[in-house]
């Protein structure tokens, strides 16, 4: 049976369209700047304030040698002077310790374009985090922040007295493992173990400035 040539071209040209749709849809990778903490405090909502969050992420980071970069928790604060976690983790691009892009800017970041999930929402070294169908389930991640990373109005307590009480108080929290990744519901509490019945560990997203 004889070919026409002409249909041998066109497939081939379509399958080179194709590819090239699908190189394209590929997101770009990059340099690890974003991680969840394999660990919390040990003291429940109590970081030290937001220096002591920052530094947990700090030395999380440099125990993966990325300890050259400037690292901040994904928190907000109430009251006087409050902290909006969106305006402290720098402009993006952020990438998972695997090279994988979560999010381009901070207003993708805040959307539907975000790609924090259960899969690519990884520890800091690159190690998954048990969700919600895991035993123990830890996909509580603490930030006090509402969905689009902005501080709560004063009076309700959102932070665990801004992240230095460990009893009184809670904590909002999102899930890494689900689209509502910074904002899903209440802590019990801000004790340790407050914390774990409501399905988290107090960890933290960290995000590097990139600055």
């Known amino acids: 049976m004889k070919t026409d040539n002409r249909f041998v071209i066109y497939g081939v040209a379509s399958l080179f369209v194709v590819l090239g749709g ?14 969840v ?31 050259h970069l400037t690292w901040r928790a994904y928190l907000s604060t109430q009251g006087a002077n409050a902290v909006n976690a969106r305006d402290r983790i720098g402009p993006g ?22 790609r924090i999930g259960p899969e690519t929402a990884l520890d800091e070294r690159g190690r998954v985090i048990p969700g919600t169908f895991a035993v123990p389930n830890r996909h509580d991640v603490l930030t006090g922040s509402t969905e689009d990373g902005r501080a709560y109005p004063a009076g309700d307590d ?32 801000c004790s340790p173990d407050a914390l774990r019945a409501s399905g988290g560990d107090g960890l933290l997203y960290c995000f590097a400035l990139n600055e």
């Not at 190189?23 to 991680?35: D, I, N, R, V």
């Not at 394999?38 to 300890?67: F, H, K, P, R, T």
């Not at 992240?163 to 802590?187: I, Q």
Request: some cysteine; glycine content about 14%.
């Open 158 to 189: 959102m932070t665990c007295n801004n992240w230095t009480s460990n009893d009184a108080g809670k904590a909002r929290v999102g899930h890494h493992d689900f689209a509502a990744w910074a904002s899903a519901h209440d802590s019990r509490g």
């Open 22 to 35: 699908v190189a394209q849809a590929q997101p770009p990778t990059g340099p690890m700047s974003f991680f």
């Open 37 to 67: 903490t394999s660990m919390g405090s040990g003291n429940g909502g109590n970081l030290g304030g937001l220096a002591g969050a920052d530094a947990i992420c700090q030395n999380l980071a440099e125990s993966v040698d990325q300890g």
């Open 93 to 114: 691009p952020w990438f998972n310790p695997n090279g994988y892009r979560v999010a381009a800017d901070v207003d993708s970041l805040h959307t539907m374009a975000h």
